[in-house]
């Protein structure tokens, strides 16, 4: 598989999970094993959807991951949120704004999705010393 990703996406993907407060490659304990055997995804992340698609001017940072973490509670997807968490404190959400997102996630998504949703919150909130 060949990617195309221009230079300059990636150092702007680079740039903007900085400004998350995230490293500046998205290479953890989990994603390391996907890249080691796709190293063009890595690329992938950082440039297309990093450089680009979160690099559009149309909506701030602070709201693209409350839409994230919507997305990720709808899915179920508790691993995401909670690397999510850290995101949406740094860009200035309050405890109580995450949990309002997730609650008002509920009549959307049903409630055992947001309850979940907001369980992996409430845990990772306080791991921090935030909740």
């Given amino acids: ?22 490293s500046p490659t998205p290479r953890s304990s989990v994603t390391a094993p996907l890249y080691d055997l ?14 680009d698609i979160w690099s559009r001017p149309q909506l701030d940072l602070k709201l693209r991951v409350a839409i ?37 996630t509920l009549p959307y998504i049903g409630a055992p999705a947001a309850i979940g949703a907001l369980r992996v919150a409430v845990k990772e909130l306080t791991e921090r010393g935030l909740a």
């Fill in 1 to 22: 598989m060949t990617m195309h990703i221009s230079e300059a996406a990636k150092e702007h993907g680079r740039e903007l999970r900085t400004a998350l407060g995230a």
């Fill in 38 to 51: 796709l190293p063009e995804l890595e690329d992938f992340f950082t440039g297309a959807i990093f450089g």
């Fill in 68 to 104: 994230i973490l919507v997305t990720f509670a709808a899915l179920g997807r508790d691993d995401e949120i909670r690397r999510y968490i850290p995101y949406a404190v740094h860009l200035g959400w309050t405890p109580q704004e995450i949990g309002e997102i997730f609650l008002h």
